[in-house]
Protein backbone atom coordinates (compact mmCIF):
# COMPACT_ATOMS: atom_id res chain seq x y z
CA UNK A 1 0.00 0.00 0.00
CA UNK A 2 0.66 3.34 -0.83
CA UNK A 3 1.32 6.25 1.91
CA UNK A 4 0.80 9.93 1.35
CA UNK A 5 4.05 11.99 2.06
CA UNK A 6 2.98 15.64 0.81
CA UNK A 7 -0.45 17.26 -0.18
CA UNK A 8 -0.39 18.86 -3.11
CA UNK A 9 -3.41 18.70 -4.94
CA UNK A 10 -2.17 18.85 -8.60
CA UNK A 11 -5.26 19.13 -11.37
CA UNK A 12 -3.95 16.75 -13.97
CA UNK A 13 -4.20 17.59 -17.67
CA UNK A 14 -4.05 15.21 -20.89
CA UNK A 15 -1.13 14.66 -22.52
CA UNK A 16 1.55 15.57 -19.59
CA UNK A 17 3.26 12.78 -17.48
CA UNK A 18 3.74 13.91 -13.98
CA UNK A 19 6.39 13.10 -11.82
CA UNK A 20 8.26 13.71 -9.08
CA UNK A 21 11.58 15.79 -9.64
CA UNK A 22 15.45 15.58 -8.42
CA UNK A 23 14.68 18.40 -6.48
CA UNK A 24 11.45 16.58 -4.82
CA UNK A 25 9.41 18.46 -6.33
CA UNK A 26 6.06 17.72 -8.87
CA UNK A 27 6.69 18.36 -12.06
CA UNK A 28 5.26 17.79 -15.63
CA UNK A 29 6.48 16.88 -19.12
CA UNK A 30 4.57 16.41 -22.81
CA UNK A 31 4.14 12.76 -23.48
CA UNK A 32 5.29 11.54 -27.28
CA UNK A 33 2.20 10.28 -27.72
CA UNK A 34 -0.52 12.42 -25.46
CA UNK A 35 -1.94 14.19 -28.53
CA UNK A 36 -1.86 17.77 -29.10
CA UNK A 37 0.57 20.02 -30.49
CA UNK A 38 4.34 19.29 -29.83
CA UNK A 39 6.23 21.86 -27.91
CA UNK A 40 9.79 22.40 -27.13
CA UNK A 41 9.20 22.81 -23.91
CA UNK A 42 10.77 20.14 -22.27
CA UNK A 43 9.85 20.28 -17.99
CA UNK A 44 7.54 22.24 -16.45
CA UNK A 45 7.27 22.74 -12.39
CA UNK A 46 4.21 22.53 -10.98
CA UNK A 47 4.07 22.43 -6.92
CA UNK A 48 6.79 22.72 -4.98
CA UNK A 49 6.67 19.69 -2.39
CA UNK A 50 10.48 19.10 -1.01
CA UNK A 51 10.30 15.43 -0.63
CA UNK A 52 13.32 14.06 0.84
CA UNK A 53 13.40 10.76 -1.31
CA UNK A 54 14.39 7.08 0.83
CA UNK A 55 15.85 4.13 -0.69
CA UNK A 56 13.76 1.17 -1.24
CA UNK A 57 11.04 3.61 -1.86
CA UNK A 58 8.74 4.31 -5.39
CA UNK A 59 7.33 8.27 -5.32
CA UNK A 60 4.85 8.83 -7.48
CA UNK A 61 2.07 11.54 -8.09
CA UNK A 62 -1.23 9.29 -7.38
CA UNK A 63 -5.24 9.96 -8.42
CA UNK A 64 -5.76 13.25 -6.02
CA UNK A 65 -2.71 14.46 -7.26
CA UNK A 66 -0.37 14.25 -4.01
CA UNK A 67 2.96 12.56 -3.74
CA UNK A 68 3.12 9.43 -2.28
CA UNK A 69 5.39 6.57 -1.60
CA UNK A 70 5.25 2.83 -2.08
CA UNK A 71 7.85 0.24 -1.14
CA UNK A 72 9.69 -1.59 -4.04
CA UNK A 73 9.54 -5.13 -4.43
CA UNK A 74 12.99 -6.40 -5.16
CA UNK A 75 13.52 -9.60 -6.61
CA UNK A 76 15.81 -11.74 -4.21
CA UNK A 77 15.21 -9.65 -0.93
CA UNK A 78 12.43 -12.46 0.41
CA UNK A 79 15.03 -15.06 -0.33
CA UNK A 80 17.48 -15.71 2.71
CA UNK A 81 20.88 -16.10 2.34
CA UNK A 82 21.95 -19.89 3.40
CA UNK A 83 25.29 -20.82 4.52
CA UNK A 84 26.59 -22.99 1.86
CA UNK A 85 28.49 -26.48 3.60
CA UNK A 86 31.61 -27.39 2.96
CA UNK A 87 31.94 -30.94 1.46
CA UNK A 88 34.71 -32.98 -0.66
CA UNK A 89 33.31 -33.39 -4.11
CA UNK A 90 34.03 -36.67 -5.00
CA UNK A 91 34.88 -37.07 -9.10
CA UNK A 92 32.43 -39.62 -10.79
CA UNK A 93 34.38 -42.69 -11.80
CA UNK A 94 34.69 -43.33 -15.40
CA UNK A 95 32.59 -45.91 -17.15
CA UNK A 96 34.73 -48.20 -19.37
CA UNK A 97 32.22 -48.55 -22.47
CA UNK A 98 32.99 -50.32 -25.14
CA UNK A 99 32.57 -48.46 -28.38
CA UNK A 100 30.19 -50.35 -30.86
CA UNK A 101 30.33 -50.28 -34.79
CA UNK A 102 27.28 -48.09 -35.95
CA UNK A 103 25.28 -50.83 -37.31
CA UNK A 104 24.25 -51.24 -41.32
CA UNK A 105 20.94 -50.37 -41.86
CA UNK A 106 19.37 -52.30 -44.83
CA UNK A 107 17.64 -49.96 -47.22
CA UNK A 108 14.04 -50.83 -46.77
CA UNK A 109 12.65 -51.46 -50.11
CA UNK A 110 8.65 -50.69 -50.47
CA UNK A 111 6.48 -53.44 -50.90
CA UNK A 112 3.78 -52.68 -53.73
CA UNK A 113 0.59 -53.51 -52.82
CA UNK A 114 -0.47 -56.64 -54.58
CA UNK A 115 -4.40 -56.35 -55.26
CA UNK A 116 -6.15 -60.23 -55.15
CA UNK A 117 -8.36 -60.11 -57.93
CA UNK A 118 -11.17 -62.06 -57.45
CA UNK A 119 -11.24 -65.18 -59.97
CA UNK A 120 -14.51 -64.75 -61.75
CA UNK A 121 -16.15 -67.93 -63.09
CA UNK A 122 -17.09 -68.10 -66.73
CA UNK A 123 -20.30 -67.02 -67.79
CA UNK A 124 -21.84 -69.63 -68.78
CA UNK A 125 -23.95 -69.60 -72.57
CA UNK A 126 -27.20 -71.12 -72.63
CA UNK A 127 -26.62 -72.50 -75.77
CA UNK A 128 -23.45 -74.39 -74.31
CA UNK A 129 -26.39 -76.79 -72.29
CA UNK A 130 -27.72 -78.40 -75.06
CA UNK A 131 -28.79 -81.65 -74.66
CA UNK A 132 -25.65 -82.89 -72.83
CA UNK A 133 -27.18 -81.41 -69.85
CA UNK A 134 -29.71 -84.55 -69.73
CA UNK A 135 -26.99 -87.17 -69.74
CA UNK A 136 -25.58 -87.98 -65.84
CA UNK A 137 -22.88 -86.40 -64.82
CA UNK A 138 -19.20 -88.71 -64.02
CA UNK A 139 -19.20 -89.18 -60.87
CA UNK A 140 -16.66 -87.12 -59.28
CA UNK A 141 -14.32 -88.62 -55.93
CA UNK A 142 -15.99 -86.38 -53.19
CA UNK A 143 -13.15 -83.47 -52.06
CA UNK A 144 -11.12 -84.05 -48.73
CA UNK A 145 -11.81 -81.74 -45.59
CA UNK A 146 -8.68 -80.09 -44.19
CA UNK A 147 -8.81 -81.37 -40.50
CA UNK A 148 -7.03 -79.36 -37.59
CA UNK A 149 -4.13 -81.45 -36.08
CA UNK A 150 -4.49 -81.65 -32.42
CA UNK A 151 -1.30 -81.88 -30.41
CA UNK A 152 -1.03 -83.63 -27.63
Same mark, same amino acid.
Given at each position: ?7 ? *?????? *? ?12 ? +? ?11 ? !? ?12 ? *? ?5 ? $?? *????? +? ?9 ? $? ?38 ? $????? !? ?26
Amino acid at each position: MATKVART *GVKREK *GWLYFLDKRGDVSR +ARMARGGGKATNK !KREKVAKAGVERED *GFLYFID $KQ *GDVAR +AKMARAGRRRK $KTTKRKTARRKPARRKTARRKPARRKTARKKTARRKTARR $KPARR !KTARKKAARRKPARRKPARRKTARRRR
